[in-house]
């Protein structure tokens, strides 16, 4: 099985590529700034090669199902009050990512109710997109 990005024929680009890209160091970044990244980016790594060796399956705390929803997410803390969600499917021998949100812990629980609503919506119409030109071309760029 292998992981692959989402990519959306509408926009150009990958939502979950370009998601993880803010995360990369730059060089105005401080050592600090460098690092906080670079363990982020480690962590979402090591989960996603995790639910790649186990075919997309949930597993634990890593990866689970979403009741009214047929993707599945992988849940990884940016830090204390903030928790990025990895949406994701399953395509025959492929793990596809379609989108990556920012959950709060703290602020405004009807924000952040509505916030993460639209996120699976959108996650959901690129899950349909997909599905629909699967077979006709490739809707999807490789997973590094």
Same mark, same amino acid.
């Given at each position: 099985m292998k992981a692959v990005y989402y990519f959306d024929p509408f926009y150009q680009y990958c939502p979950v590529k370009k +998601? $993880? =890209?803010q995360y990369k160091s730059n060089p105005q970044d401080s050592v600090g700034q460098r690092t906080k990244k670079e363990n982020l980016l480690v962590s979402i790594? =090591? #989960?996603i090669d995790f639910v790649v $060796? !186990?075919?997309g399956r949930q597993v634990g705390s890593i990866s689970k199902g979403l009741k009214e929803y047929s993707f599945f997410e992988i849940r990884t803390r940016k830090d204390q009050d903030v928790l990025i969600r990895i949406f994701y499917i399953r395509d025959c021998d492929k793990i596809v990512f379609l989108n990556a949100i920012e959950k709060s812990d703290k602020d405004n629980r @009807? #924000?952040?109710k509505r916030d993460m609503g639209a996120g699976l919506e959108k996650t959901e119409k690129y899950q349909n997109t997909y !599905? @629909? +030109?699967k077979n006709?071309? #490739?809707c999807y760029e490789e997973y590094i």
């Amino acid at each position: 099985m292998k992981a692959v990005y989402y990519f959306d024929p509408f926009y150009q680009y990958c939502p979950v590529k370009k +998601y $993880l =890209s803010q995360y990369k160091s730059n060089p105005q970044d401080s050592v600090g700034q460098r690092t906080k990244k670079e363990n982020l980016l480690v962590s979402i790594r =090591s #989960k996603i090669d995790f639910v790649v $060796l !186990n075919q997309g399956r949930q597993v634990g705390s890593i990866s689970k199902g979403l009741k009214e929803y047929s993707f599945f997410e992988i849940r990884t803390r940016k830090d204390q009050d903030v928790l990025i969600r990895i949406f994701y499917i399953r395509d025959c021998d492929k793990i596809v990512f379609l989108n990556a949100i920012e959950k709060s812990d703290k602020d405004n629980r @009807k #924000k952040d109710k509505r916030d993460m609503g639209a996120g699976l919506e959108k996650t959901e119409k690129y899950q349909n997109t997909y !599905n @629909k +030109y699967k077979n006709t071309q #490739k809707c999807y760029e490789e997973y590094i």
